[in-house]
């Protein structure tokens, strides 16, 4: 990044402050509060539209402490005839 074909932090600085001079600091803080309720808006609706792997996991293991309650409520039932 540094060095032949790169930017340096001077540069950049530069960059930076023409930016400021140009747009003011309110705008560049509206844009930046902007930028961050869009991204936490797409954050939200992929996590809604992905499938919930949790609840999937949690399904699996009640039906098969389920199974075992059934088979373990069988094994006694045997023994008690």
Do not use: Y
Not at 2 to 21: C, H, K, N, R, Y
Not at 49 to 76: F, I, R, W
């Amino acid at each position: 990044m540094f060095g032949p074909g790169g930017i340096s932090i001077w540069q950049l600085l530069i960059i930076l402050v023409i930016v400021v001079l140009l747009f003011g600091t309110k705008k560049i803080r509206g844009m930046g509060g902007d930028l961050g309720a869009a991204i936490k808006s797409f954050r939200k609706s992929v996590k809604e539209d992905a499938p919930d792997e949790e609840s999937d996991k949690t399904e699996s293991l009640e039906d098969a402490g389920q199974e075992a309650a059934n088979q373990s409520q069988a094994e006694a039932d045997k023994e008690k005839s």
